[in-house]
T-cell receptor, first 113, second 112 residues
Framework: GAGVSQTPSNKVTEKGKYVELRCDPI?????LYWYRQSLGQGPEFLIY????????DSGLPNDRFFAVRPEGSVSTLKIQRTERGDSAVYLC???????????FGPGTRLTVL | EDQVTQSPEALRLQEGESSSLNCSYT??????LFWYRQDPGKGPEFLFT???AGEEKEKERLKATLTKKESFLHITAPKPEDSATYLC?????????????FGQGTRLTINP
């Protein structure tokens, strides 16, 4: 069956620009997570959705980062006024419910020049 | 604060040479400990979930075990295709604790 998909796979932008990263979870999965992974490190939690609502956004680094999941399926991570330090791989994961295994997508590699 | 430390950072083995990877953790009540495999340029691939001390799970050449302070991923007679980064993560118990806290990973290379 189809896994988690993320688009684009790569995004290059200039400092100060706005970017949107998209995640399509596994069909039927109610929980959706965003993580960020820097080179040589493990993924770091950003935000968790249960259905349409953000149940935990404690990992968002600052107010330039925002995420939505308006219909409880697809999610978009939005980054305003990008900085070079935002460069990383942004991973999306979904799970059947909040207490099940999380399945990851291939990630979006964001490069801020 | 929940914390996960993996060792070694990198490990090179010859094909067929068995070894173990370590994951030490501190967490305010463990809901589950997870092992993932990550190939270069790809997202983490789920391997195992362990829930309580003494639990063991196996998949092909991999076996994961859990104690109250650490988990081991044992690799028996590895093959070159087992080369990858192995990630350990914990999920804390309690309301609103669904996030995974990851270690930095162990980069495993199996030479033919």
């Amino acid at each position: 069956g189809a896994g988690v998909s993320q688009t684009p796979s790569n995004k290059v932008t200039e400092k100060g620009k706005y970017v949107e990263l998209r995640c399509d979870p596994i069909s039927g999965h109610t929980a959706l997570y965003w993580y960020r992974q820097s080179l040589g490190q493990g993924p770091e939690f950003l935000i968790y959705f249960q259905g349409t609502g953000a149940a935990d956004d404690s990992g968002l680094p600052n107010d330039r980062f925002f995420a939505v999941r308006p219909e409880g399926s697809v999610s978009t991570l939005k980054i305003q006024r990008t900085e070079r330090g935002d460069s990383a791989v942004y991973l999306c994961a979904s799970s059947l419910s909040q207490n099940n295994e999380q399945f990851f997508g291939p990630g979006t590699r964001l490069t801020v020049l | 604060e929940d914390q996960v430390t993996q060792s070694p950072e990198a490990l090179r083995l010859q094909e067929g040479e068995s070894s173990s990877l370590n994951c030490s953790y501190t967490v305010s009540g463990l809901r589950g400990l997870f092992w993932y495999r990550q190939d270069p340029g790809k997202g983490p691939e789920f391997l195992f979930t362990l829930y309580s001390a003494g639990e063991e799970k196996e998949k092909e050449r991999l076996k994961a075990t859990l104690t109250k302070k650490e988990s081991f991923l044992h690799i028996t007679a590895p093959k070159p295709e087992d080369s990858a980064t192995y990630l350990c993560a914990v999920q804390a118990a309690g309301q609103g604790a669904q996030k995974l806290v990851f270690g930095q990973g162990t980069r495993l290379t199996i030479n033919p």
